[in-house]
């Protein structure tokens, strides 16, 4: 089986992670998936940014590094201010954090399913309800990553279309009650594959039997590869799609 890709954060070995530079590059590349991660402002504005804080990939205007704050200390329009593109390379330059309503459009404007982690950590329900609501509002095809059979319900039930993406506990019972809380929903089961950029990973890795037993509740997922023989053995282990951060190409 020839599994898909799913694009880290976007094409984000070449690219500015979470960034429209790095989403766009994913549909120029043929991805089949782009996976961004939300994060919220003080005044209530979803943003994709994977750290709590802006210091890693955060840059003034003058290319200096912006202070290490956490992004829901900043409203929307100090956010904008900063730079996330000059930590890549300057070529880069005025890349922004993307808002959730822009990352839609673009999904919508490119045909481009992306799917949304980290959802479930740390967001107030305010924020949460809004995340929701522009899903539902939009005619974009946006999967969920879920940890738990009640994130995968929440999910299903305020949400109208796209996949959910599960990625939590990989025993018999936690499968079997994630695929009842699926119900008709495209489901996939995410697998950790044992390398060097998941070390730090304590759950179940990817092997035949792990694999076997996730593919009998779902559509096979394995993350993170970025060498043609990972994808070579993710691939006799029936994934569906892998996730890379652009090492890997279509």
Not at 71 to 97: I, M, N, P, Q, Y
Not at 227 to 247: K, L, Y
Request: glycine share 8%.
């Amino acid at each position: 089986m020839i599994a898909k890709l799913q694009a880290h954060r976007g094409v984000s070995t070449d690219y500015p992670e979470n960034t429209l530079a790095a989403f766009n590059a994913a549909a120029d590349e043929g991805y089949a998936i782009v996976e961004c991660d939300p994060k919220y402002t003080s005044d209530g504005v979803i943003v994709m940014h994977h750290d709590r804080t802006t210091g890693r990939t955060g840059r003034n205007a003058d290319g200096s590094a912006a202070p290490d704050v956490p992004v829901s200390d900043l409203t929307f329009d100090e956010l904008r201010k900063l730079d996330f593109g000059l930590w890549k390379d300057e070529r880069f330059r005025g890349e922004k954090a993307p808002s959730l309503s822009e990352t839609l459009e673009f999904s919508t404007a490119r045909r481009m399913p992306i799917k949304l982690d980290n959802v479930w950590q740390g967001f107030p329900e305010n924020i949460k309800e809004k995340l929701f609501s522009e899903l539902r509002a939009s005619g974009a095809d946006v999967g969920i990553t879920c940890n738990t059979p009640e994130h995968v319900r929440y999910a299903v039930e305020h949400t109208t279309r796209g996949a959910i993406h599960y990625d939590g506990a990989l025993d018999e019972a936690s499968l079997a009650a994630v695929r009842a809380s699926a119900g008709n929903r495209e489901l996939y089961v995410w697998v950790c594959y044992d390398n060097e950029l998941t070390g730090w990973f304590k759950g179940e890795k990817a092997s035949a039997e792990v694999c076997a037993r996730a593919k009998r509740y779902g559509k096979l997922g394995v993350w993170i590869l970025s060498r043609e023989d990972e994808r070579e053995r993710a691939e006799a282990f029936g994934a569906e799609i892998i996730e890379t951060t652009g090492s890997l190409k279509p």
